[in-house]
């Protein structure tokens, strides 16, 4: 494709766009920065400029809103989710791709069928399931639905095809269990794989919110995105803590993203391939 | 052969083996309540005890108001806000691929980077940009593009697009990449071969990029419409629970404070969700058959 180099209205128009759309991406960002260090009412009113509340915001954001307890809460158990999850969806993404029969594909087809349903039609069947259960008010409501992902089966499904079966009929001749060619030849060659597996797991656990807000009425094992949700609720808002804790739950995401760029897209990717 | 026989069996049982785990989990927190709730559908709840009522919930759905201009509103959603930001996406992953060299990566990631904010925080985040005496309205009314303030939050009109801006922030950029994911298989020399033909870029836009990318496209259309189909972190949380009285209510969100917060009635809720469920399939059909369609005509 060539590039035209020279400057004309229509470049200068792209340019434009171009700016504006990535100045209205990233302005919320400075936004949500800065309003860690404005006092509560310079927060709503728009200041632009750095104040001097950061330590008082971040004080009442750990003692009033409890941002310690939530922060851990959250990543205990995005990290269990994730650990439990790739082990699981990657031993069943195996099965169906290497050890295909015509039941499992069914059993696959079943699975693929709910990926489009809406999570609005399951949650209340699962409320009564897990107050039968005596498991409402856990983290292990929480993590144990969301370790089976189908979406993460499928990806990881379509990444083990590449793995030649040629290789593991040389280790089988060799005497090789089934499992430990699974653990020892195929899984340390899968290693991209499974981080955007575990990275697109990790996000979508990190950020859940209609479940975990049905689920979770004690503020103990609240998460992130339940603890803001239950803070805008309130009469009075703390807006610079607010900020604090907004910053907070944004971070981790965005330092996974910016140093496994790679990863990260490859996870979103792997639905369209 | 008794032998490769044997080995058959055990390869098919280690298959089995594999998916167990999967397969288990699936049915407890799965297919148990989506079966389950086949049985609420036909019954209403009044505190703890239920009662029989037949299709009793569909006759009380034609009736409920509020329920209906809820679909509404998801529906005025995905029609104005999904073709804009389509068409935004793929406008901007075109200029990224084609139209500049310098700053490519830097644009790209930050016009992405949207995408790495949870749907609570965009809610939170816009919240405090729209107040009526806040950041947008000041920049607006000392630029005199306004005269008085907006009520984005609390004008039954200005919340619907307060909405679909926070939609639109964070999601275009997370399009766009597919978009240039395409862009980038796509053969070079048809673009070459046009612009040697004397087509503008404009025209090169719409008669060839649009038309190569029309897979990516109806992959974008139709995961945008289940999106908006499951809205309820911005209605509930950026225009606060649906509001200014019901004006951005949501189906979902309708749902969910009818079993959790109103009346408790799951047996009425479950149904609500069937229909949203219904929808959401019929749209996804209508849209891989008219996308899909014009694709296997060319």
């Not at chain 2, 699936?26 to 029989?52: D, H």
Request: glycine fraction near 6%; charged fraction near 10%; proline fraction near 4%.
């Amino acid at each position: 494709m060539t590039v035209v180099n020279k400057w004309s209205p229509g470049r200068l128009i792209m340019w434009l766009v171009l700016l504006v759309c990535a100045a209205v991406s990233i302005f919320p960002f400075y936004w949500m920065l800065n309003g860690t260090t404005l006092n509560p009412n310079d927060v709503l009113r728009g200041i632009l400029h750095p104040g001097g509340s950061f330590l008082s915001n971040w004080q009442k954001a750990t003692t009033t809103y409890n941002l310690p307890l939530f922060f851990t809460n959250s990543l205990v158990i995005a990290l269990v989710t994730v650990l439990l999850g790739v082990v699981v969806n990657a031993l069943a993404a195996f099965g169906f791709e290497k050890y295909r029969s015509r039941a499992r594909d069914r059993v696959f087809g079943i699975l693929l069928l709910t990926l489009i349903l809406p999570q609005i039609a399951i949650v209340i069947p699962m409320f009564k399931l897990f107050s039968f259960l005596k498991l409402l008010n856990t983290r292990a409501a929480i993590i144990l639905p969301s370790i089976m992902s189908v979406f993460i089966i499928f990806f990881l499904r379509q990444n083990f095809k590449l793995f030649p079966t040629e290789i593991m009929e040389a280790a089988r001749v060799d005497g090789a269990s089934e499992l430990s060619i699974f653990v020892r030849i195929v899984a340390p060659s899968m290693r991209a794989s499974f981080a955007s597996a575990a990275i697109y797991m990790f996000i979508a656990q990190w950020n859940s919110y209609l479940w975990p807000l049905i689920a979770i009425l004690n503020d103990a094992i609240k998460t992130l995105p339940i603890a803001m949700a239950s803070i805008m609720q309130a009469y009075t808002i703390e807006y610079g803590a607010l900020m604090v804790v907004v910053c907070v739950s944004t971070l981790p995401v965005l330092i996974l993203f910016l140093t496994m760029q790679k990863q990260f897209v490859a996870g979103l990717l792997g639905s369209v391939k | 052969m008794a032998a490769l026989g044997a080995h058959q069996r055990y390869l098919n049982r280690f298959g089995w083996f594999c998916i167990a785990p999967s397969a288990l989990l699936f049915c407890v927190f799965y297919a148990y309540p989506i079966l389950s709730s086949l049985y609420y559908v036909t019954r209403r709840w009044k505190g703890v005890s239920n009662t029989f009522i037949g299709l009793g919930n569909f006759v009380r759905m034609a009736r409920d108001n509020v329920f209906q201009a809820a679909l509404g509103h998801n529906f005025i959603f995905m029609v104005i806000q999904i073709p804009i930001m389509v068409f935004l996406a793929l406008l901007l992953a075109v200029m990224l691929n084609q139209g500049i060299k310098r700053f490519r990566g830097t644009l790209r990631l930050a016009i992405f980077l949207p995408s790495v904010t949870s749907l609570v925080v965009v809610s939170v985040l816009f919240r405090t940009l729209l107040q009526e005496n806040g950041f947008l309205n000041n920049v607006m009314l000392s630029g005199h593009l306004i005269t008085s303030p907006i009520g984005w939050l609390n004008n039954s009109f200005w919340a619907k697009v307060t909405v679909m801006l926070a939609i639109t922030w964070r999601w275009t950029g997370y399009n766009m990449v597919f978009f240039l994911v395409g862009l980038q298989s796509l053969d070079t020399q048809i673009f070459e071969a046009a612009e040697v033909d004397g087509a503008s870029k404009a025209r090169q836009f719409f008669t060839i990029t649009i038309p190569l990318l029309v897979p990516i496209i109806l992959f974008s259309a139709v995961t945008s419409t289940s999106g908006t189909m499951q809205l309820i972190e911005e209605p509930n949380i950026l225009t606060f629970q649906g509001g200014p009285a019901n004006a951005t209510m949501t189906a979902a969100l309708y749902i969910y404070r009818q079993s959790f917060f109103v009346n408790f009635d799951f047996g009425y809720a479950t149904s609500m969700s069937y229909v949203v469920v219904v929808i959401s399939g019929i749209l996804a059909f209508i849209q891989l058959r008219l996308l899909g369609g014009e694709r296997s005509a060319t």
